[in-house]
């Protein structure tokens, strides 16, 4: 599976958009984008995944670049209960989830 | 809620000792995977079972091993361990549908070896 890149840390601001981009230039033609994060130290949770299209759920969305080499993570309206560490992973699937250090991201108020 | 489910949530061992940790996928999903967080480490993939049988192995210890019963529950046994097996372990589980399928992860085993 390809690697991905992320900034290790961001913060934002509660109430606001949060944007959190990943780097996955060497991803292949049947590798999705998964974006999960871990609260402190429960278990990762889902949040959205991607092949090529933009998608959408209550949770947040994903942007995938044209070239499919970047996307982003855009939850709408962060709130302090979205602090937490969020992973991209790209996967083919079937595959293992692979977890990088993912970005920390801090939600003040 | 994920609907995976993991117990013991806390395990305190002394080194050398064996434990069983314990998963419960959500209903209906047939794949279920192990995945061990250290501090110094990250979240690493251990092994994959689907319907039964061992699918993918990864950084797993020799001293380590898992199955997944006809109940499609799955348990983790970790033996003679030592100092650097504490670690939060967790189990994820999906469809193990050949196209797209999402792994939902459990709250954890805390274990502690002292």
């Known amino acids: 599976d390809a690697k991905t890149t992320q900034p290790p840390s961001m913060d934002c601001a509660e109430g606001r958009a949060a944007n959190l981009p990943c780097n996955h230039s060497?991803?292949?033609?049947?590798?999705?984008v998964y974006w999960y994060r871990q609260i402190h130290s429960q278990g990762p949770q889902y949040i959205i995944h991607?092949?090529?299209n933009n998608e959408t759920n209550e949770m947040a969305s994903l942007i995938i670049t044209e070239d499919r080499k970047s996307s982003t993570l855009i939850l709408p309206h962060a709130t302090l209960r979205d602090t937490a560490v969020y992973y991209c992973?790209?996967?083919?699937?079937?595959?293992?989830?692979?977890f990088g250090g993912g970005t920390r991201v801090l939600v003040k108020p | 809620d994920s609907g995976v489910t993991q117990t013991p949530k806390h395990l305190i061992t002394a080194t050398g000792q064996r434990v069983t940790l314990r998963c419960s996928p959500r209903s209906g999903d047939l794949s279920v995977y192990w995945y061990q967080q250290s501090l110094d480490q990250g979240l690493q993939f251990l092994i994959q079972?689907?319907?039964?049988?061992?699918?993918a192995k990864g950084n797993i210890l020799e001293r380590f091993s898992a199955q997944q019963f006809p109940d499609l529950h799955s348990e983790l046994n970790l033996s003679s361990l030592e100092l650097g097996d504490s670690a939060l372990y967790f189990c994820?589980?999906?469809?193990?549908?050949?196209?797209?399928?999402?792994?939902?992860f459990g709250p954890g085993t805390r274990l502690l070896v002292l």
């Open positions: 992973i790209v996967r083919a699937a079937g595959n293992k989830l692979t």
């Open positions: 079972y689907y319907n039964g049988e061992e699918r």
């Open positions: 991607g092949l090529k």
């Open positions: 994820a589980s999906s469809t193990g549908s050949p196209h797209q399928e999402t792994q939902y």
């Open positions: 060497t991803i292949s033609g049947n590798e999705y």
